[in-house]
């Protein structure tokens, strides 16, 4: 497998064990340079995993979260009933 797919693979192993309701439900979406590789059949080699939160109140209720359990990091954004 091109090592670039294999990379994007990863990020969309990562994505799919997000809590998607949780990322619904304060308005926040993929985006960014990854995600329109991604769509653009792996065009170009992106690192990284950005997010957009359309709502102000969503933004403050993920910082407020992840702070919250800072000792696991960004464990609170994860699915826990995702299969590893």
Known sequence: ???KA???KRIVSILQK?????LA???????GGTAIALQMNDFRLSTDI???CSSQEGYRQ???LVGQ?????LSA???ETAPS
């Open 6 to 8: 294999a990379h994007h």
């Open 50 to 52: 950005a997010f957009l």
């Open 1 to 3: 497998m091109h090592s």
């Open 69 to 73: 359990y800072s000792m696991t990091g």
């Open 18 to 22: 997000l809590n998607g309701t949780l």
């Open 25 to 31: 439900d304060t308005h926040c979406v993929f985006a």
């Open 77 to 79: 954004l994860f699915d």
């Open 62 to 64: 993920l910082r407020g």
